[in-house]
Every structure is written in structure tokens, then in C-alpha cells.
């Protein structure tokens, strides 16, 4: 599907049999989650831009950095579903104790002012890494069952 670069937020998608996968980058943990959740809002929207005209708030909790972002996707695609949220932009705090925590706030809109919007069943661990490359160069995959 190609190479996404908005103004630094940066993923892009990879080939994958069945299901879709995507590759982030960020300069840091924080950055990572929201250019993930971007790719998110990329595949449920097809592209098209999304409003930000409401909010969400969560948090989302794992013990490490996989399961933090498999919880984090799986709460976004869960707004989607069962809250009709589309999201288009997030906002990600780090929280770093006995396990990490992630605060969110999702900014998006309703789906029903969109059409043709693409549903995802679910992230999966298949393939997922999330890890630190350098100092300032964070990098994420993920696959997700659609």
C-alpha cells in the first residue's frame, strides 16, 4: 500500500496474506503509539480525512511494550465498534511502573458521517514488535485481522 508521511508521522503498510500490516516509526515511545493509531485511523477510513470533532478518553494497561499496543489497537477498534468512533488523531501519556500504563486521549468523529468506512476485527500478536532502534528511533509492526 506504500509509505505514509504526514508531517513526521510516518507508517507504512506491508504486504501480508489475509490481513493487513503496518510498520511505524517515532522518536519515542509516545510518538510510536500515536503514529500506530494513525495507521489505524488510515485503514477504517481509506484514506479520507477524519474530523476531529468529539473525544474519547482511556486508558489502556500491559505488561510490556506488545501487550500495551495490542490493548491500545484493541481499544480503538472496540470505539469503532461498539461506540461508533472513528478516530483520527491521538494523544498518548506513558506511564512506567509494575506495568505500563498508557493514558488516551482519541480525538475522531461519529462513522456515521462517513461512508465506505473499513471495519477491523482485531489486532494480533502475530508478527508484533515494538521496540527502540537508536536514541531517538522507535519502531512498531503490527498485524491486524480485517
Not at 494513525?38 to 482511556?58: P, Y
Not at 489486532?123 to 498485524?143: C, D, G, H, I, R
Request: with cysteine; proline share 1%.
Amino acid at each position: 500500500m506504500g509509505k505514509i508521511n504526514m508531517k513526521q508521522k510516518t507508517f507504512e503498510f506491508l504486504e501480508h496474506t489475509g490481513d493487513v500490516k503496518f510498520k511505524a516509526n517515532g522518536e519515542n515511545a509516545e510518538d510510536l503509539f500515536n503514529h500506530c493509531a494513525l495507521a489505524l485511523s488510515h485503514l477504517f477510513s481509506r484514506g479520507k480525512k477524519i474530523a476531529q470533532s468529539a473525544r474519547q478518553e482511556f486508558s489502556v494497561s500491559g505488561e510490556d511494550y506488545e501487550a500495551l499496543l495490542y490493548n491500545f489497537l484493541d481499544e480503538l477498534i472496540y470505539l469503532f465498534d461498539a461506540k461508533q468512533f472513528v478516530v483520527s488523531k491521538t494523544e498518548v501519556t506513558l506511564e512506567k511502573g509494575e506495568e505500563y500504563t498508557l493514558n488516551v486521549v482519541a480525538y475522531g468523529d461519529n462513522t456515521k458521517k462517513y461512508k465506505d468506512l473499513d471495519a477491523v476485527k482485531a489486532p494480533t500478536y502475530a508478527e508484533m514488535y515494538f521496540k527502540q532502534l537508536s536514541e531517538n528511533e522507535w519502531e512498531a509492526q503490527v498485524v491486524v485481522d480485517v
